[in-house]
């Protein structure tokens, strides 16, 4: 789809509206992307009096005090006004209490935002930037995943917000999902980390926010919030080896006497490697290639064959499979629910 | 009886009033040798505009590949290129070429000198520079070396570590950014240092610090921060070349350096540069709100007060460019604190160019009507800054296209409205012709709406969650008719620059003429001929005023009474 007809997406644009988009800040639903919030209402509240304030003077003092050639006076220059101490002094002080008191308020956001008591039931979560997809890894349930971060939503009267422990394997990565927290980069030989707490189930949209390389662009990003009892029914699933079917043999005969196994892990195979993302559960998530395309049978077939095509610049070289290879790797992908 | 009587040698005495034609080598070699501080600023002025079209292409190439989702106009090898050349080019190839061209040109003159102190340096800076823009743009023909074809850095103007390292930027582009950067570095060290030295020691008689015009102060502080800021990058530079040829580990992250050592030294120079490139442009709103408003400039030593401590704060400030480097709540709040307090200084100016138009005769020259723009674009510019600086809205901002928009709101909605008030006001004095101010009023207007239907609207898709130097993006995240509004402004700026070229063709040739003083100004470059000699001044002027031309125009009532 290159180009995309003009009129149906004016209609969309104006039919969802601002706060309508999927990765508005203005419609926080966390806890730091709602204090972030209050505090943006607030500076916006500031800044537009000062602007309304100075521009206003602005404005007058250009309309009336504007040369009019009519005038008796035209050709005579205007007392000249050389400056005054006591004018100088006010817009100096009054504008040092503004900063004190915004740096105040913003320093209380700061602290409480990145010094949070963890609760006990939070849960870990590490998160891998590559070029260009996402690795996460919860060491405590024994889980590798990509991609698709899964966390438990977080009820407010008994927070169970997640921590995210992120680094990077190769060049620097922003985790960005604006309705739930602000950004965190992800540094190689740096360790950060920032906590997230979706208030409602669903899905969480955002992308990598810091340039890191050709196809940064399409390395996006999907959080799903789910209920106590979708989380805890995905956990169990996601720590089962990969499914075996003798039907599709053929595939995984194709997929093991390939490279394949040197970059993908599928547990339970003796696909270890770990440059790519995790196939274990691959036909589980929604999406391949970090997001880009929904997972179809026809969209991982042509992933495989020409990974570029989705992705170009991605790390991932076609494998150059014929016709029949392709169909018995694909078949066998889709198994691997 | 004897005044019919010629003495035998008057014949070498007489100078031709027409020129003998010259043949275009020898012109060309007049300006290829010249150390004339004149000749300079205008190459830089020239070499400058040359880069402002083409980072301007770039930019325009830029905004047709994003005004529809998932377009593919160009490759994202490609759009990731061109963002890299329009940030590198415009910083350092057309943002201090062009403010070096108008403070080589007009300090000597506004300051009774005859010319820079130093004028070979001056012309070494100059061909250094000029010589890195050109090596930059051959990457495009080189930069892949034994490996391809060429092609450009597509690193990104602050080209993060370890993105440069040689496993990441196979070839030679990144070199050739490297090198640019370098040698045009050492062109602006040397530039500032000819400023410094020749604002400190070639004031002519009478003026002193305190009655040099606020122009010459802007400069001083200018160039003083060039020198502490620019020696940090090109430390990093070579710091990188020995990481990518020597085997060292500074910023090579796969043998254990450091990506945020990387980030420090770049926004040591980063940030500072800001204020590098706002300062002139200060520095000619300080000369031109005046001259249009009637009046003297409203609290000189506040003005300069306030110049001085914009210098030293913004040193202190360039880690808010790191808030999502996850530097701990302390260093977050610090720079928090540091980035608002520059607010401060800022207002101050702001507040005194209110107080100089107040009570004044506000004329609406092509000049003025660009320095309005330039008040209210940059009061927004500083709002916006002011959110930015809150680390919490830092965090959810950085790196969107809210924080792309607000420093273009600085750098084309301030600098550049104030460049093109500065080409109005002092084109008449380089060329001898008036700027045809009808053209001007229609280069005004296209280009005001171009700008604020391109910069307004890009803070919106920022505040939806656009990150910027994304070749392309999903269709449902609603930021596809802001995108589009975006792109359009784009071409309606375009159009605008294409006018203001226009005029200064035109102008060149058929321009009214202007005469010495067109704008019946105040500062001592106007009280030479338009424009002026190779010499400056026949005699050295003295100076009892910050405005000397005032005291000859008003002899009952000089400045010098109340200074």
Sequence with gaps: MPFHPWPPILATQVTTGLGGSPTSIFNPAGTPAHSVFSLSMLVLGITSGIFLVVAGLLLYALLRYRHRPTDENALREPAQIYGSNQIELSWTVIPILIVVMLFLATARVIYTTEHAAKPTDSLDVTVIGHQFWWEYRYPKLGIVTANELHIPVSDPKHPTPTYLTMSSADTDHSFWIPRLAGKMDLIPNKVNTMWIDPQAAGLYLGQCAQYCGTQHAKMLLRVYADTPTEFAAWVAHQRMAATQNVAVAQGRAVFEHNACISCHTIAGTVATGRFGPDLTHVASRDTIASGSVPNSAENLRVFVDDPAHFKPGVLMPPMHLDAQDL??????????K | MMATQTPVHAVLDQTSTTPPRRLVLEVLHDWIATVDHKKIGLMYIGYALIFLVVAGLEAILIRIQLAVPNNHFVSPQTFNRLFTMHGTTMVFFVGMPILFGFGNYLIPLMIGARDMAFPRLNAFSFWISAFGGTLLYFSYLGGDGLYG??????????AYAPLTAHAFSPGHSTDYWTLAVLLSGIGTIGTALNIVATILCMRCPGMKLGRMPLFAWLYLVMSMLVFVTVSPLTAAQIMLMLDRYLGSHFFDTQAGGSAVLWMHFFWIFGHPEVYVLILPAFAYANEIIPVFSRKAIFGYPAMVAASVGIGFISLSVWAHHMFTVGMGAGANAFFTLATMVIGVPTGIKIFNWLATIWGGKVHFTVAMMFAVGFLFQFLIAGLTGIMLSAAPLDWQLGNSYFVVAHFHFVLVGAILFMLFSAFYYWFPKMTGRMLSERIGKWHFWI????????????????????????????????????????????FIQAIGTLLFVYNMIWSYFKGAVAGADPWDAWT??????????DYNFAKIPTVESRRPLWDLKHPEDPDSNYE
């Design chain 2, 447 to 490: 280009f005001l709406i171009g700008f604020h239907l391109t910069f307004d609207l890009m803070h919106i898709p920022g505040l939806l969650g656009m990150p910027r130097r994304i070749y392309t993006y999903e269709a449902d995240r609603g930021w596809a008719m802001w995108n589009m509004l975006i792109s359009s402004g784009g």
């Design chain 2, 149 to 158: 074809a060429g092609s450009a850095p597509d690193v990104g103007w602050w």
């Design chain 2, 524 to 533: 001592l470059e106007w009280s030479t001929t338009s424009p002026p000699p």
């Design chain 1, 327 to 336: 169909d018995a790797v694909t078949a066998y992908l889709v198994t691997l």
